[in-house]
């Protein structure tokens, strides 16, 4: 089985106790409920990245954020008919102040290749079994519980 590592950049942002999730298109989560954000590209710093990517999956411009966590999870997967282990590295960021509204649909294109649009969650509602496993370990560490 190939082993991979991927580290990413990751907002939460958080209002009466909803969360703003994206729906996935592609990639190990499609299907289920994430955390905005990515890959950290050649020469970007995290915060550069998290910037980028919430403008590309969310719609919005960050203008205030601070780093909460880093943290790191091991997902399995099938990618073109052959397994792989992804060992997920990430850096979470809480997302104080933006601007612009957050897109609910957002179009597949190359620079967004994974985000069908988000939304708000009511964090009380979600099960562990529709988010991503980051999402899941981000909420734990803000203190939620997840059923």
Not at 29 to 53: A, C, H, N, S, V
Not at 58 to 73: R, Y
Request: with cysteine.
């Amino acid at each position: 089985m190939e082993k991979i590592s991927h580290l990413g950049s990751y907002g939460v942002i958080i209002k009466n106790n909803k969360v703003v999730l994206i729906k996935k298109a592609n990639g190990p989560y499609k299907g289920k409920l994430d955390l905005p954000g990515g890959t950290i590209e050649f020469g970007e710093t995290p915060e550069q990245t998290l910037l980028r990517e919430m403008k590309e999956e969310v719609g919005i411009d960050v203008k205030k954020c601070s780093l909460f966590d880093g943290n790191s999870t091991i997902i399995e997967w099938v990618h073109h008919g052959e397994p792989q282990q992804i060992h997920h590295i990430c850096f979470f960021y809480k997302i104080e102040e933006y601007n612009n509204e957050i897109k609910k649909e957002i179009e597949v294109t190359e620079n967004n290749d994974d985000s069908l649009g988000a939304e708000f969650y009511d964090i009380h509602q979600l099960k562990k079994s529709d988010l991503s496993s980051i999402t899941i370990l981000a909420l734990k560490q803000l203190g939620y519980k997840l059923d």
